[in-house]
């Protein structure tokens, strides 16, 4: 299998409760507490160890909360490189009221990092040596928008495909400089990348495969929800639609769709065919309650669900 390393500049102590009623000023009773290691690159590693490969996750803690964390990170026996930072960890709650199945969360941006701190991050990675370099959240506050583009440069000296999923100004200077093997926006932040509304399919397709043939990335897989996600590559751009699953929580399908195919690809499956993974999952993640990520049986089992490609769509 292919060497994988990931980074999370921003990761978090996820933490799930659930409560029968969410109200204001009075107190909310909740049960199943549950706390997991979060952050996008932490959660791709976790799901690509779940599915039996290995990654080294490269990510950034301090304070209390980040003793915490790293307890946590024990817990999951992940290869990890911690790059301690002095603010504090920051925690992210969702909270799933039973009485009407919505979700809540709230999602802090995260501590102040000097520049000392991610120039840290950046010399962590200059160890590093592995195919895939998956970048993979948001970027907290003190780092410069222009981070991803300096971590692209780093993968290039080092002959490492960088895999990106971040959004906003992150994202675009990122694709502004090109080079990348593979991003994974959600239609929204596709949508605020190219700034247009993107409402029909063949909108979306086209939007993607611009960025393809432009060479900025090799590959742009865009998740939909419900709607499933489209890939574009240079041979054309396909979509497949959602699994239709019970949904428990929408928390971390991203990542398992992101993880998913990293893994594929990393045991060198055709890129259709690690699409098709990341399609099952996505559905997976979306059947396990709170921040829980998807489990390598549902995954499997949901697979042979998953349609084949269907042509490509038409402007891919």
């Not at 222009?146 to 990106?164: K, N």
Request: charged share 25%; net charge negative; proline share 5%.
């Amino acid at each position: 299998m292919k060497r994988i390393v990931t980074l999370t500049m921003n990761p978090a102590i996820d933490v799930a409760y659930e409560a029968d009623r969410v109200f204001h000023t009075r107190k909310i009773r909740a049960r199943q507490e549950h706390y997991d290691p979060g952050g996008g690159g932490i959660n791709v590693a976790r799901v690509i160890a779940r599915l039996g490969g290995t990654a080294r996750a490269y990510y950034l803690s301090g304070g209390a909360t980040g003793c915490a964390l790293d307890g946590l990170l024990d817990q999951h026996v992940l290869v990890r490189s911690c790059i301690p930072i002095k603010g504090d960890t920051r925690v992210s709650t969702s909270i799933y009221e039973r009485e009407t199945g919505k979700e809540f969360r709230v999602v802090p941006r995260g501590p102040e990092l000097t520049a000392e701190e991610w120039q840290a991050a950046l010399a962590h990675l200059e160890g590093a040596r592995s195919d895939f370099l998956v970048a993979s959240g948001s970027l907290p506050p003190g780092v410069p928008d222009d981070f991803y583009s300096r971590v692209q440069q780093l993968a290039q000296r080092h002959d490492m495909q960088l895999i990106l999923d971040t959004s906003g100004n992150a994202l675009r200077e990122a694709v502004k400089r090109g080079g990348l093997y593979l991003i994974k926006p959600s239609i929204g932040e596709l949508r605020q990348l190219v700034d247009q509304a993107l409402n029909e399919e063949h909108d979306i397709a086209a939007a993607a495969q611009e960025i393809v043939d432009s060479g900025k990335s090799q590959f742009v897989a865009v998740t939909m929800g419900r709607d499933g996600a489209i890939l574009a590559s240079r041979t054309g751009t396909w979509r497949l639609p959602a699994l239709a699953v019970e949904t428990k929580s929408a928390v971390g399908a991203g990542d398992s769709f992101l993880a998913a195919m990293v893994f594929a690809l990393g045991c060198e499956r055709d890129p259709i065919e690690a699409f098709r993974y990341g399609i099952a999952a996505g559905a997976a993640a979306v059947l396990t309650p709170g921040t829980d990520l998807c489990h390598r049986e549902d995954v499997e089992r949901l697979l042979a669900l998953v349609p084949p490609i269907a042509p490509a769509l038409p402007g891919g």
